[in-house]
Protein backbone atom coordinates (compact mmCIF):
# COMPACT_ATOMS: atom_id res chain seq x y z
CA UNK A 1 0.00 0.00 0.00
CA UNK A 2 1.04 3.49 -0.43
CA UNK A 3 -0.21 6.55 1.03
CA UNK A 4 -0.81 9.61 -1.13
CA UNK A 5 2.32 12.11 -0.27
CA UNK A 6 4.70 14.35 -1.46
CA UNK A 7 7.54 13.33 -0.40
CA UNK A 8 7.64 9.43 0.72
CA UNK A 9 10.60 7.46 2.17
CA UNK A 10 10.57 3.81 2.42
CA UNK A 11 11.21 2.28 5.91
CA UNK A 12 12.10 -0.96 7.22
CA UNK A 13 12.51 -2.03 3.25
CA UNK A 14 12.27 -5.44 2.77
CA UNK A 15 12.10 -6.49 6.56
CA UNK A 16 9.14 -4.93 6.19
CA UNK A 17 7.63 -6.19 3.35
CA UNK A 18 8.59 -9.54 4.45
CA UNK A 19 6.70 -9.58 8.16
CA UNK A 20 3.35 -9.16 6.18
CA UNK A 21 3.82 -11.56 3.55
CA UNK A 22 6.58 -14.28 4.10
CA UNK A 23 5.99 -15.53 8.04
CA UNK A 24 8.66 -18.59 8.80
CA UNK A 25 7.08 -22.01 8.06
CA UNK A 26 9.11 -25.55 8.33
CA UNK A 27 10.62 -26.61 5.05
CA UNK A 28 12.42 -30.10 6.18
CA UNK A 29 10.63 -32.09 7.13
CA UNK A 30 8.21 -31.21 4.85
CA UNK A 31 4.84 -30.50 7.66
CA UNK A 32 1.46 -32.01 7.32
CA UNK A 33 -1.51 -29.70 5.69
CA UNK A 34 -2.20 -27.24 7.86
CA UNK A 35 -6.24 -27.07 9.03
CA UNK A 36 -5.81 -24.02 11.11
CA UNK A 37 -5.54 -19.83 9.72
CA UNK A 38 -2.22 -20.48 8.03
CA UNK A 39 0.84 -22.58 8.01
CA UNK A 40 2.78 -19.69 8.93
CA UNK A 41 0.98 -17.57 11.55
CA UNK A 42 1.47 -18.02 15.42
CA UNK A 43 -0.56 -20.60 17.55
CA UNK A 44 -3.69 -18.69 18.68
CA UNK A 45 -3.04 -16.26 21.73
CA UNK A 46 -5.59 -18.49 23.89
CA UNK A 47 -4.39 -21.83 22.58
CA UNK A 48 -7.14 -22.91 20.48
CA UNK A 49 -5.14 -24.64 18.11
CA UNK A 50 -2.85 -26.17 20.27
CA UNK A 51 -1.07 -27.91 19.28
CA UNK A 52 0.47 -28.04 15.57
CA UNK A 53 -2.77 -25.48 14.84
CA UNK A 54 -5.12 -28.27 15.08
CA UNK A 55 -9.11 -26.33 15.15
CA UNK A 56 -11.08 -27.53 17.90
CA UNK A 57 -12.45 -30.84 17.12
CA UNK A 58 -10.57 -31.68 14.16
CA UNK A 59 -7.43 -34.04 13.64
CA UNK A 60 -4.39 -33.40 11.77
CA UNK A 61 -4.24 -34.40 8.54
CA UNK A 62 -2.87 -37.80 7.63
CA UNK A 63 -4.04 -38.11 4.29
CA UNK A 64 -1.63 -38.38 0.95
CA UNK A 65 -2.00 -34.51 1.12
CA UNK A 66 0.07 -34.54 4.24
CA UNK A 67 3.70 -35.57 3.69
CA UNK A 68 5.53 -38.80 6.02
CA UNK A 69 9.14 -38.84 6.38
CA UNK A 70 11.17 -41.47 7.21
CA UNK A 71 13.92 -41.12 9.46
CA UNK A 72 16.64 -43.37 10.85
CA UNK A 73 17.42 -43.52 14.86
CA UNK A 74 20.99 -41.83 14.83
CA UNK A 75 21.34 -40.77 11.25
CA UNK A 76 22.07 -37.21 10.78
CA UNK A 77 18.74 -35.31 10.15
CA UNK A 78 18.20 -31.90 8.09
CA UNK A 79 16.06 -29.02 9.57
CA UNK A 80 15.48 -25.75 7.19
CA UNK A 81 13.19 -23.09 6.87
CA UNK A 82 11.24 -20.74 4.40
CA UNK A 83 10.50 -17.09 5.16
CA UNK A 84 11.68 -13.99 5.19
CA UNK A 85 9.97 -12.62 8.27
CA UNK A 86 12.61 -14.62 11.10
CA UNK A 87 12.51 -11.71 13.42
CA UNK A 88 15.33 -11.29 14.47
CA UNK A 89 16.02 -15.20 15.32
CA UNK A 90 15.43 -16.42 18.57
CA UNK A 91 15.48 -20.01 20.41
CA UNK A 92 13.50 -23.27 18.82
CA UNK A 93 12.81 -26.65 20.40
CA UNK A 94 12.41 -30.03 18.33
CA UNK A 95 9.95 -32.70 20.10
CA UNK A 96 8.26 -36.27 19.14
CA UNK A 97 5.24 -37.22 20.95
CA UNK A 98 3.97 -41.21 19.83
CA UNK A 99 1.59 -41.39 16.66
CA UNK A 100 0.08 -38.89 14.13
CA UNK A 101 -3.21 -37.98 16.05
CA UNK A 102 -1.41 -35.10 19.02
CA UNK A 103 -3.85 -33.41 21.19
CA UNK A 104 -3.63 -30.96 24.13
CA UNK A 105 -2.68 -33.35 26.62
CA UNK A 106 -0.05 -34.94 24.35
CA UNK A 107 2.86 -35.84 26.33
CA UNK A 108 6.27 -34.45 24.10
CA UNK A 109 9.50 -35.42 24.28
CA UNK A 110 12.32 -32.48 23.63
CA UNK A 111 14.83 -33.94 21.39
CA UNK A 112 17.19 -31.09 20.45
CA UNK A 113 16.83 -27.28 21.73
CA UNK A 114 18.62 -24.59 19.60
CA UNK A 115 19.32 -21.29 21.50
CA UNK A 116 19.53 -18.35 19.87
CA UNK A 117 20.10 -17.85 16.02
CA UNK A 118 17.04 -19.96 15.04
CA UNK A 119 15.57 -20.20 12.18
CA UNK A 120 17.98 -17.72 11.19
CA UNK A 121 21.74 -17.10 12.91
CA UNK A 122 23.16 -13.97 13.26
CA UNK A 123 19.70 -11.35 11.83
CA UNK A 124 18.68 -7.60 13.40
CA UNK A 125 16.07 -8.08 12.05
CA UNK A 126 14.32 -10.49 8.85
CA UNK A 127 16.16 -11.47 5.76
CA UNK A 128 16.50 -9.63 2.18
CA UNK A 129 16.64 -13.31 0.76
CA UNK A 130 15.86 -16.81 1.30
CA UNK A 131 16.75 -18.44 4.03
CA UNK A 132 19.99 -20.88 3.60
CA UNK A 133 20.57 -21.45 7.40
CA UNK A 134 20.51 -25.42 7.69
CA UNK A 135 20.13 -26.85 11.66
CA UNK A 136 21.42 -30.82 11.89
CA UNK A 137 19.52 -32.69 14.39
CA UNK A 138 19.08 -36.85 15.29
CA UNK A 139 16.45 -39.24 16.02
CA UNK A 140 18.02 -40.55 19.71
CA UNK A 141 18.69 -43.86 20.23
CA UNK A 142 16.08 -43.57 23.37
CA UNK A 143 13.24 -43.33 21.00
CA UNK A 144 11.78 -46.24 19.88
CA UNK A 145 10.92 -46.86 16.04
CA UNK A 146 7.15 -46.03 15.06
CA UNK A 147 5.06 -43.62 13.92
CA UNK A 148 5.34 -40.10 15.56
CA UNK A 149 4.38 -36.51 15.39
CA UNK A 150 7.22 -33.77 15.04
CA UNK A 151 6.92 -30.73 16.01
CA UNK A 152 9.34 -27.70 15.71
CA UNK A 153 8.58 -24.54 17.90
CA UNK A 154 9.61 -21.07 18.19
CA UNK A 155 9.85 -18.59 20.25
CA UNK A 156 10.98 -15.17 18.35
CA UNK A 157 13.53 -12.39 19.52
CA UNK A 158 11.90 -9.26 18.65
CA UNK A 159 7.98 -8.65 17.53
CA UNK A 160 5.20 -6.93 18.76
CA UNK A 161 3.82 -9.55 20.86
CA UNK A 162 4.92 -12.76 22.67
CA UNK A 163 3.60 -15.79 20.20
CA UNK A 164 4.62 -19.18 19.48
CA UNK A 165 4.83 -20.66 16.27
CA UNK A 166 3.98 -24.41 15.65
CA UNK A 167 4.48 -27.01 12.51
CA UNK A 168 4.22 -30.33 12.65
CA UNK A 169 5.55 -33.59 10.29
CA UNK A 170 4.81 -36.86 10.30
CA UNK A 171 7.56 -38.90 10.95
CA UNK A 172 8.46 -42.79 10.75
CA UNK A 173 10.77 -43.71 12.81
CA UNK A 174 12.96 -46.58 11.65
CA UNK A 175 15.59 -48.48 14.05
CA UNK A 176 19.17 -47.88 13.81
CA UNK A 177 21.12 -50.09 11.08
CA UNK A 178 24.33 -50.85 13.41
CA UNK A 179 25.70 -53.27 10.93
CA UNK A 180 26.68 -50.00 8.45
CA UNK A 181 27.78 -47.87 11.09
CA UNK A 182 31.05 -47.09 11.87
CA UNK A 183 32.65 -47.66 14.89
CA UNK A 184 32.43 -44.08 16.13
CA UNK A 185 28.90 -43.89 15.22
CA UNK A 186 28.07 -47.49 16.88
CA UNK A 187 29.58 -45.58 20.44
CA UNK A 188 27.57 -42.86 19.83
CA UNK A 189 24.21 -44.26 19.46
CA UNK A 190 25.46 -46.37 22.46
CA UNK A 191 25.49 -42.85 24.37
CA UNK A 192 22.51 -41.42 23.28
CA UNK A 193 20.48 -44.08 24.72
CA UNK A 194 22.13 -43.86 28.24
CA UNK A 195 20.67 -40.49 27.82
CA UNK A 196 17.00 -41.71 27.28
CA UNK A 197 15.19 -38.98 29.36
CA UNK A 198 13.80 -36.22 27.50
CA UNK A 199 12.10 -33.12 28.94
CA UNK A 200 9.22 -31.58 27.65
CA UNK A 201 7.93 -29.24 25.42
CA UNK A 202 8.22 -25.55 26.61
CA UNK A 203 4.98 -23.40 25.94
CA UNK A 204 4.12 -20.29 26.51
CA UNK A 205 2.55 -17.01 25.17
CA UNK A 206 -0.42 -19.11 24.63
CA UNK A 207 -2.74 -18.27 27.26
CA UNK A 208 -4.26 -20.71 29.81
CA UNK A 209 -3.20 -23.92 27.61
CA UNK A 210 0.76 -22.11 28.95
CA UNK A 211 -0.03 -21.64 32.16
CA UNK A 212 0.06 -18.11 31.51
CA UNK A 213 3.64 -18.20 30.76
CA UNK A 214 4.98 -15.43 28.78
CA UNK A 215 8.27 -14.97 27.05
CA UNK A 216 7.67 -11.08 26.82
CA UNK A 217 10.60 -9.83 29.49
CA UNK A 218 12.82 -11.75 26.80
CA UNK A 219 11.13 -9.85 23.99
CA UNK A 220 11.04 -6.58 25.73
CA UNK A 221 15.33 -6.77 25.46
CA UNK A 222 15.52 -8.46 22.55
CA UNK A 223 17.37 -11.31 23.83
CA UNK A 224 16.54 -14.95 22.87
CA UNK A 225 15.67 -17.30 25.57
CA UNK A 226 17.00 -20.24 27.28
CA UNK A 227 14.87 -22.61 28.05
CA UNK A 228 14.30 -23.87 31.65
CA UNK A 229 14.92 -27.55 30.56
CA UNK A 230 16.07 -27.76 26.86
CA UNK A 231 17.47 -31.23 27.25
CA UNK A 232 20.28 -32.95 26.65
CA UNK A 233 21.12 -32.10 22.96
CA UNK A 234 22.05 -28.59 22.80
CA UNK A 235 22.99 -25.56 19.78
CA UNK A 236 23.80 -22.38 20.70
CA UNK A 237 24.67 -20.86 17.27
CA UNK A 238 25.54 -17.34 18.63
CA UNK A 239 26.99 -18.03 21.79
CA UNK A 240 25.96 -18.30 25.63
CA UNK A 241 24.29 -14.57 25.89
CA UNK A 242 20.64 -15.45 26.27
CA UNK A 243 17.56 -14.26 28.96
CA UNK A 244 17.09 -16.90 31.24
CA UNK A 245 13.31 -17.88 30.92
CA UNK A 246 12.12 -18.62 34.18
CA UNK A 247 8.89 -19.96 33.42
CA UNK A 248 7.96 -23.00 31.77
CA UNK A 249 3.76 -23.23 30.86
CA UNK A 250 3.63 -26.99 30.20
CA UNK A 251 2.26 -28.69 33.28
CA UNK A 252 4.21 -31.38 32.87
CA UNK A 253 7.34 -29.20 32.71
CA UNK A 254 9.85 -30.57 35.76
CA UNK A 255 9.75 -28.99 38.86
CA UNK A 256 12.46 -26.25 39.03
CA UNK A 257 12.41 -25.54 35.61
CA UNK A 258 10.99 -22.36 36.48
CA UNK A 259 7.66 -20.92 37.50
CA UNK A 260 8.10 -16.97 38.24
CA UNK A 261 6.90 -13.97 36.10
CA UNK A 262 10.07 -12.53 35.63
CA UNK A 263 13.44 -13.28 34.67
CA UNK A 264 17.23 -11.26 33.71
CA UNK A 265 19.38 -11.85 30.99
CA UNK A 266 22.13 -14.26 32.20
CA UNK A 267 24.25 -16.87 30.39
CA UNK A 268 22.83 -20.11 29.69
CA UNK A 269 24.58 -22.79 32.39
CA UNK A 270 27.89 -24.83 30.97
CA UNK A 271 26.33 -28.19 29.61
CA UNK A 272 27.52 -30.59 31.80
CA UNK A 273 28.57 -34.35 31.50
CA UNK A 274 25.56 -36.26 31.58
CA UNK A 275 24.63 -39.23 34.16
CA UNK A 276 23.52 -42.67 32.62
CA UNK A 277 20.18 -43.95 33.67
CA UNK A 278 18.85 -46.89 32.35
CA UNK A 279 17.84 -46.62 28.35
CA UNK A 280 14.43 -46.70 27.36
CA UNK A 281 12.62 -47.96 24.86
CA UNK A 282 10.04 -44.95 24.46
CA UNK A 283 10.16 -41.54 25.24
CA UNK A 284 9.81 -40.16 28.78
CA UNK A 285 9.29 -36.98 30.16
CA UNK A 286 11.51 -35.68 32.24
CA UNK A 287 12.54 -36.77 35.43
CA UNK A 288 13.38 -34.60 38.59
CA UNK A 289 17.03 -35.53 37.97
CA UNK A 290 18.22 -33.09 35.14
CA UNK A 291 20.65 -34.29 32.45
CA UNK A 292 22.68 -32.07 29.77
CA UNK A 293 25.48 -32.67 27.36
CA UNK A 294 27.76 -30.57 25.25
CA UNK A 295 26.05 -28.95 22.66
CA UNK A 296 25.71 -30.90 19.29
CA UNK A 297 26.81 -28.03 16.98
CA UNK A 298 30.33 -27.62 15.67
CA UNK A 299 29.36 -24.56 14.99
CA UNK A 300 31.87 -21.87 16.90
CA UNK A 301 30.13 -19.81 19.17
CA UNK A 302 30.43 -16.13 19.79
CA UNK A 303 30.98 -14.27 23.06
CA UNK A 304 27.71 -12.30 22.72
CA UNK A 305 23.83 -12.15 21.52
CA UNK A 306 23.39 -11.23 17.97
CA UNK A 307 23.03 -7.30 17.38
CA UNK A 308 20.15 -5.29 18.58
CA UNK A 309 18.27 -4.14 15.64
CA UNK A 310 18.78 -0.35 14.75
CA UNK A 311 15.36 -0.30 13.47
CA UNK A 312 13.19 0.56 16.44
CA UNK A 313 10.53 -2.38 17.51
CA UNK A 314 7.97 -1.31 20.14
CA UNK A 315 6.88 -4.58 22.29
CA UNK A 316 3.22 -4.76 23.88
CA UNK A 317 3.05 -4.91 27.32
CA UNK A 318 3.43 -7.55 29.25
CA UNK A 319 0.08 -9.81 29.45
CA UNK A 320 -1.72 -11.26 32.85
CA UNK A 321 -1.63 -15.16 33.19
CA UNK A 322 -5.63 -15.14 32.57
CA UNK A 323 -6.49 -16.39 28.75
CA UNK A 324 -6.77 -13.49 26.01
CA UNK A 325 -9.93 -13.74 24.33
CA UNK A 326 -9.81 -14.62 20.67
CA UNK A 327 -12.28 -12.46 19.31
CA UNK A 328 -11.05 -9.46 17.85
CA UNK A 329 -12.58 -6.51 19.11
CA UNK A 330 -15.41 -4.44 17.03
CA UNK A 331 -13.78 -0.97 15.53
CA UNK A 332 -13.76 2.38 17.55
CA UNK A 333 -14.64 4.96 14.84
CA UNK A 334 -12.17 8.27 16.11
CA UNK A 335 -10.92 5.99 19.27
CA UNK A 336 -7.53 7.14 20.54
CA UNK A 337 -5.11 6.21 18.32
CA UNK A 338 -7.57 5.82 14.75
CA UNK A 339 -7.00 6.15 11.47
CA UNK A 340 -8.63 7.38 8.54
CA UNK A 341 -12.18 5.77 8.22
CA UNK A 342 -11.99 5.36 12.46
CA UNK A 343 -9.56 2.07 12.63
CA UNK A 344 -7.34 1.55 15.19
CA UNK A 345 -5.01 -1.09 16.35
CA UNK A 346 -7.63 -2.53 18.34
CA UNK A 347 -9.55 -3.55 14.71
CA UNK A 348 -9.78 -6.65 13.44
CA UNK A 349 -7.44 -6.78 10.58
CA UNK A 350 -6.77 -9.04 7.73
CA UNK A 351 -3.21 -10.94 7.37
CA UNK A 352 -0.72 -8.25 4.97
CA UNK A 353 -2.24 -5.05 5.35
CA UNK A 354 -0.44 -2.16 7.12
CA UNK A 355 -2.23 0.74 8.71
CA UNK A 356 -0.80 3.98 10.03
CA UNK A 357 -2.70 5.10 13.39
CA UNK A 358 -2.30 7.92 16.41
CA UNK A 359 -2.28 10.93 13.75
CA UNK A 360 0.48 9.34 11.89
CA UNK A 361 2.52 8.76 14.62
CA UNK A 362 2.32 4.84 14.65
CA UNK A 363 2.78 2.26 11.88
CA UNK A 364 1.85 -1.47 11.95
CA UNK A 365 1.70 -4.53 10.16
CA UNK A 366 -1.40 -6.96 10.42
CA UNK A 367 -0.23 -10.48 11.38
CA UNK A 368 -3.04 -13.07 11.04
CA UNK A 369 -5.66 -11.26 12.35
CA UNK A 370 -3.80 -8.53 14.87
CA UNK A 371 -1.92 -5.26 14.31
CA UNK A 372 1.81 -5.32 15.43
CA UNK A 373 3.41 -2.06 16.09
CA UNK A 374 6.41 -1.77 13.22
CA UNK A 375 6.99 2.20 13.80
CA UNK A 376 7.24 5.12 16.15
CA UNK A 377 7.62 8.74 15.30
CA UNK A 378 9.18 9.08 18.41
CA UNK A 379 11.57 7.01 17.46
CA UNK A 380 11.97 8.95 13.67
CA UNK A 381 15.61 10.19 13.06
CA UNK A 382 14.60 12.79 11.32
CA UNK A 383 10.71 13.23 12.44
CA UNK A 384 8.83 11.51 9.93
CA UNK A 385 4.95 10.78 10.49
CA UNK A 386 3.10 8.08 8.11
CA UNK A 387 -0.44 9.31 6.38
CA UNK A 388 -3.39 8.01 8.40
CA UNK A 389 -4.89 4.81 6.59
CA UNK A 390 -5.37 1.10 5.85
CA UNK A 391 -4.44 -0.89 3.05
CA UNK A 392 -1.66 -3.89 1.18
CA UNK A 393 1.31 -3.35 -0.04
CA UNK A 394 4.58 -3.86 0.85
CA UNK A 395 5.69 -0.49 2.26
CA UNK A 396 4.64 2.07 4.61
CA UNK A 397 5.29 5.12 3.35
CA UNK A 398 6.08 8.24 5.32
CA UNK A 399 6.39 12.22 5.22
CA UNK A 400 8.32 15.13 6.67
CA UNK A 401 6.82 15.74 10.33
Known amino acids: MHFSTSTTYSILGSMLASAASAHVVLENPPPAKFLAYGPTNPIESTGADWPCKIPAGQKLDTSDASPQTEMVIGEPQKLSFKGKAVHGGGSCQLALTKGWDPKKDSPWSVIHSIEGGCPARNQKGNLEGDNSDVYEFKIPAGIAPGQYTFAWTWHARIGGQPEMYMNCALLDVKAANTRRMELS ?168 QFGCFADGKEGYACTGTRWVKIFDVSHSDPPRKCTPGVGNGENLVLVDA
Not at 192 to 221: H, Y
Not at 247 to 256: F, T
Not at 317 to 323: D, G, N
Open 185 to 352: ARRELSAMSKRADFPELFMANIGAVGGGCTTSEALNQQIPIAYPDPGSSVDRPEGDKLFKQPCDGNPRAKKGSGGGSSGSPAPAPAPAEPSSPPASSAPQPKSSTPSAAKPTSSAKPTSSAAPIPTTPVVPAPKPSSAAPSSAAPAPVPNAPGAGAGGQNPSSPCTHG
